[in-house]
């Protein structure tokens, strides 16, 4: 199992992503820097690689999945309610691959606001 580290201003995070070829994508593009978006209760954020949708892709995840949205070449860290949302599920905007989980408390991506500088590197 491969890790990541996820830092912005205000915080940072662990993932631990399974197998895969999204996965291996992200990992040979390591490290890189994006810009912050935030939808609700989730942080998005665009990444330098193309991938296909992957089998056993989800909308509606736990709090903390480490997913990626193909239409948008973004990874999706959701931690509670989208706008997409119904009830307290964590939905996004429609199926994405799921690559992992982050290690603890997912909430603190509430730290990360829209426009700041985040940076994923390996663990």
């Known amino acids: 199992m491969a890790g990541i580290r996820i830092v912005w201003p205000a915080g940072s995070v662990i993932a631990d992503l399974n197998p895969g070829p999204t996965v291996a994508k992200l990992l040979a593009a390591l490290p890189v820097q994006s810009s912050v978006n935030t939808w609700g209760e ?12 992957e089998a056993g892709a ?31 599920e964590c939905r996004l905007v429609s199926p994405c691959s799921v690559l992992g989980r982050i290690r603890g408390d997912a909430s603190i991506l509430n730290t990360a606001k829209d426009g700041d500088t985040i940076r994923i590197e390996a663990a």
């Open 42 to 53: 989730e942080v998005y954020f665009t990444l330098p690689i193309k991938a296909a949708l």
């Open 58 to 88: 989800q909308q509606v995840v736990e709090p903390g999945t480490v997913c990626f949205w193909v239409d948008g070449s973004a990874l999706a860290l959701p931690w509670g309610r989208t706008p997409a949302s119904q009830g307290d």
